[in-house]
């Protein structure tokens, strides 16, 4: 496959999932956070973008180091907001996590 800038973000894509198919939080940050530069090539058009995604990535980010065992997976830090009634909250991470994939669906996977 013909190295480009999206390679090192497909590649990290092989490491997001456990054998049983869940998706560990911490590789699926990295991942993400390897799209902010791909979006500077786009210029400044998307800057708001840009800002967007890394704010997505901070709150889920933060909840995961406040106990990185309990968040290990993505579902476990949506299923801890369903618990608490926080996940339709527009600051929630379960919204957050919901933008994050909107983002990888529409830059990603469609080079992938």
Not at 18 to 31: A, N, Q, S, W, Y
Not at 69 to 84: D, G, K, M, P, S
Not at 97 to 106: E, G, K
């Amino acid at each position: 496959m013909e190295e480009t800038v999206f390679t090192p973000a497909i590649e990290g894509m092989n490491h997001m999932k456990t054998d049983h198919g869940d998706i560990l939080t911490k590789p699926f940050l990295d991942v993400c956070k390897m799209l902010l530069p791909i979006l500077d090539k786009f210029g400044a058009a998307m800057a708001i973008v840009k800002s967007d995604i890394s704010g997505n990535i901070t709150r889920l980010d933060t909840k995961h180091t406040e106990n990185p065992n309990r968040y290990n997976y993505l579902y476990a830090l949506v299923q801890a907001e369903i618990e608490t009634k926080t996940a339709k909250n527009s600051s929630s991470c379960s919204n957050g996590l919901l933008w994050l994939t909107r983002y990888h669906d529409t830059l990603v996977y469609p080079v992938w």
